[in-house]
């Protein structure tokens, strides 16, 4: 989250505007338009209602109609399932982005400080995210309402970088929202039964804290050298096929100390296989940049847009499904046809769309292969068949997410996406923090939930009401320049 890609450039922040502007092509806007539908997705999930009426293939795999219980043993994946992953995967692809030039330039330094930085910035927010949400608080339903609205508020003065303003002050800002948020938790624990505990926390935000830090490091240290990066892979996947004989060395390791768990577990570094192939496509992005990266195109864009979302459609379905001969088949085919298409690429764009094409041939095989392990693919407990697989869908997300916003880079909606995925961290706590107290507050909420009352379909009014206020807001504090950094 806290290494995003530039904004669009009619919409940088006041601060920038004194900079040499930056060709469009080299903003990769390709990265925030995926982090941007990852964002969404997950919004418009987490509010999707839970009626058994609704296809299955609208929830997470394991968790599906009629009744909703978790079942890990039901194997497959859906659209849900994609969005965290997708989201890891724009991660890792901008760490090169993030720390190339200050690495290329020697400031390891200040490198690994904003490395650790980010890493505890966000253990702060993981913690803060589950213990002043007002659902969780044990007051009064307005104060709780309130108090979420108020630690939406500090989060700009914590997050938020004050460019136009000294050192000094910017400090204090930041300090006291800080300050204000510590006074909430001290009133609630006070004078409510609130109770607060560390190990309380938003899992999807301390996954991506430990993701900021190691996969930050693993890149700094394998930056040269790509087999070594990929080839720590290898060393996960044997830990973790390893860990549960007792008494050996990897047991050791998978069981660090019970101490830290609330914020450290090596099984959360199966997400690696994911963020680490990301930083491949943010290395390739830095090698073929180009202000003229679309010129004298000798494929066929939108050939190849169908292609990338047709392996990304067809695997779900087959997954899904379970028609695992059709799926292969399909893939053969898909593959073959796109590796044939970019097969004497003429533009720099080209020859990176056919690393990266082949980059995602690689790991959705891979993927595939490791399909019949753990009883096929799995979200929930995630396997090695979802991690490889849908990085290798997420590289053609990818491709396909460039070519549209080549073409949809000032369409409303499509510029939404983009600045969604250019705020995330806005984007992630505006449901509960923003948008859901304020219906509550105004008595919108009821009016919502009669509307599902009524009819059983009609409950995705307020699926479609909370994600196109959240994408509202979020766009619009984009176009500000309030972003939120860690």
Same mark, same amino acid.
């Given at each position: 989250?806290?290494?995003?890609?530039?904004?669009?450039?009619?919409?940088?922040?006041?601060?920038?505007?004194?900079?040499?502007?930056?060709?469009?092509?080299?903003?990769? *806007?390709?990265?925030?338009? *995926?982090?941007?539908?990852?964002?969404?997705?997950?919004?418009?999930?987490?509010?999707?209602?839970?009626?058994?009426?609704?296809?299955?293939?609208?929830? +997470?795999?394991?968790?599906?109609?009629?009744?909703? #219980?978790?079942?890990?043993?039901?194997?497959?994946?859906?659209?849900?399932?994609?969005?965290?992953?997708?989201?890891?995967?724009?991660?890792?692809?901008?760490?090169?982005?993030?720390?190339?030039?200050?690495?290329?330039?020697?400031?390891?330094?200040?490198?690994?400080?904003?490395?650790?930085?980010?890493?505890?910035?966000?253990?702060?927010?993981?913690?803060?995210? $589950? +213990?002043?949400?007002?659902? !969780? *608080?044990?007051?009064?339903? %307005?104060?709780?309402?309130?108090? @979420?609205?108020?630690?939406?508020?500090?989060?700009?003065? /914590?997050?938020? $970088?004050?460019?136009?303003?000294?050192?000094?002050?910017? #400090?204090?800002?930041?300090?006291?929202?800080?300050?204000?948020?510590?006074?909430?938790?001290?009133? +609630?624990?006070?004078?409510?039964?609130?109770?607060?505990?560390?190990?309380?926390?938003?899992?999807?935000?301390?996954?991506?804290?430990?993701?900021?830090?190691?996969? @930050?490091?693993?890149?700094?240290?394998?930056?040269?050298?790509?087999?070594?990066?990929?080839?720590?892979?290898?060393?996960?996947?044997?830990?973790?096929?390893? +860990?549960?004989?007792?008494?050996?060395?990897? @047991?050791?390791?998978?069981?660090?100390?019970?101490?830290?768990?609330?914020?450290?577990?090596?099984?959360?570094?199966?997400?690696?296989c994911i963020v680490l192939p990301? @930083?491949?496509? !943010?290395? *390739?992005?830095?090698?073929?940049?180009?202000?003229?990266?679309?010129?004298?195109?000798?494929?066929?864009?939108g050939l190849l847009s169908l292609?990338?979302?047709?392996?990304?459609?067809?695997?779900?379905?087959?997954?899904?499904? &379970?028609?695992?001969?059709? #799926?292969?088949?399909?893939?053969?085919?898909?593959? !073959?046809?796109?590796?044939?298409?970019?097969?004497?690429? /003429?533009?720099?764009?080209?020859?990176?769309?056919?690393?990266?094409?082949?980059?995602?041939?690689?790991?959705?095989?891979?993927?595939?292969?490791?399909?019949?392990?753990?009883? !096929?693919?799995?979200?929930?407990?995630?396997?090695?068949?979802?991690?490889?697989?849908?990085?290798?869908?997420?590289?053609?997300?990818?491709?396909?997410?460039?070519?549209?916003?080549?073409?949809?880079?000032?369409?409303?909606? %499509?510029?939404?996406?983009?600045?969604?995925?250019?705020?995330?961290?806005?984007?992630?706590?505006?449901?509960?923090?923003?948008?859901?107290?304020?219906?509550?507050? #105004?008595?919108?909420?009821?009016?919502?939930?009669?509307? &599902?009352?009524?009819? /059983?379909?009609?409950?995705?009014?307020?699926?479609? /009401?909370?994600?196109?206020?959240?994408?509202?807001?979020?766009?619009?504090?984009?176009?500000?320049?309030?972003?939120? $950094?860690?």
């Open positions: 989250m806290s290494v995003l890609a530039k904004p669009v450039v009619e919409n940088a922040p006041a601060a920038e505007a004194t900079k040499p502007a930056v060709p469009a092509s080299a903003r990769a *806007l390709g990265i925030d338009a *995926l982090r941007g539908l990852a964002i969404i997705g997950m919004v418009f999930s987490g509010v999707f209602p839970h009626e058994a009426p609704w296809s299955g293939w609208m929830f +997470h795999a394991q968790v599906g109609p009629p009744d909703f #219980t978790y079942t890990p043993q039901v194997p497959g994946i859906t659209w849900v399932d994609l969005v965290f992953p997708f989201f890891l995967f724009a991660m890792g692809a901008a760490f090169p982005l993030a720390m190339g030039r200050k690495l290329e330039q020697g400031q390891f330094s200040e490198v690994l400080l904003n490395v650790f930085k980010r890493g505890a910035l966000l253990l702060f927010f993981a913690i803060i995210l $589950r +213990h002043l949400n007002w659902f !969780g *608080l044990q007051g009064p339903g %307005w104060v709780n309402q309130l108090t @979420s609205l108020l630690t939406f508020g500090c989060f700009f003065l /914590v997050f938020m $970088r004050f460019p136009q303003v000294s050192s000094g002050k910017a #400090t204090g800002l930041k300090l006291a929202g800080f300050g204000i948020i510590a006074a909430l938790l001290w009133a +609630h624990v006070t004078f409510t039964e609130f109770t607060f505990d560390h190990n309380r926390n938003d899992i999807i935000i301390m996954v991506l804290a430990n993701m900021a830090v190691f996969g @930050s490091l693993i890149y700094i240290l394998t930056r040269h050298n790509l087999l070594l990066r990929m080839g720590t892979l290898a060393f996960f996947a044997a830990i973790r096929l390893t +860990h549960d004989i007792e008494g050996s060395w990897t @047991s050791a390791i998978w069981d660090f100390h019970p101490s830290v768990k609330w914020m450290y577990q090596f099984m959360f570094l199966k997400y690696l990301g @930083s491949v496509l !943010g290395d *390739l992005l830095v090698k073929f940049r180009s202000p003229a990266a679309g010129q004298g195109a000798g494929v066929s864009k292609l990338c979302f047709a392996l990304v459609v067809g695997n779900l379905y087959g997954l899904y499904t &379970r028609q695992i001969g059709l #799926t292969l088949a399909l893939d053969a085919v898909l593959s !073959g046809a796109g590796l044939w298409l970019l097969r004497k690429p /003429v533009a720099t764009q080209e020859q990176l769309f056919q690393k990266l094409f082949g980059w995602g041939v690689f790991f959705l095989f891979l993927g595939l292969t490791f399909e019949p392990y753990e009883g !096929g693919i799995k979200k929930d407990p995630s396997s090695y068949s979802f991690w490889f697989l849908t990085s290798g869908l997420a590289f053609f997300a990818y491709i396909l997410c460039e070519l549209l916003s080549q073409r949809l880079s000032q369409n409303l909606f %499509w510029k939404s996406i983009i600045q969604s995925g250019q705020n995330p961290m806005v984007a992630y706590v505006a449901t509960a923090f923003l948008v859901s107290p304020l219906l509550a507050l #105004t008595h919108l909420a009821e009016g919502l939930e009669a509307l &599902r009352e009524a009819n /059983v379909y009609l409950g995705v009014v307020k699926t479609f /009401v909370i994600t196109g206020a959240v994408v509202a807001v979020t766009a619009f504090t984009t176009r500000k320049g309030w972003f939120w $950094r860690t």
